[in-house]
């Protein structure tokens, strides 16, 4: 399961999609929400999408990250080709 913190909430159907074509899994977070770090922690990756997120959602997505030992991708920019290369970075991760 990859999660996606952050992201443009008009575009969340074309993430999920892309995410669909390349055979991975994925829950969308656009913000804080409760027990956001129970819901994350048994994920494999996260991309998380810095430039559309709160400072409080992004340090409590690092912190989850460190301690569950999840491999963290941060992304300025939200868009569909940024997507595409973390999806490869996803991919080669989870494939070594």
């Known amino acids: 399961m990859i999660a996606i913190i952050g992201g443009v909430k008009g575009i969340e159907f074309e993430y999920k999609g ?3 074509k390349n055979n991975l899994k ?44 999840i491999k963290l991708i941060r992304v300025h920019s939200s868009s569909i080709n940024k997507l595409k290369e973390s999806i490869g970075e996803v991919c080669e991760y989870l494939n070594n």
């Not at 027990?35 to 922690?41: D, G, L, W």
Request: glycine share 0%.
């Open 18 to 20: 892309l995410m669909k």
């Open 26 to 69: 994925c829950k969308i977070y656009n913000k804080n929400c409760p027990n956001f770090e129970k819901k994350i922690k048994n994920c494999e990756v996260c991309i998380m999408f810095t430039n559309t997120i709160s400072h409080k959602l992004s340090v409590s997505c690092n912190k989850v990250c460190k301690k569950n030992d």
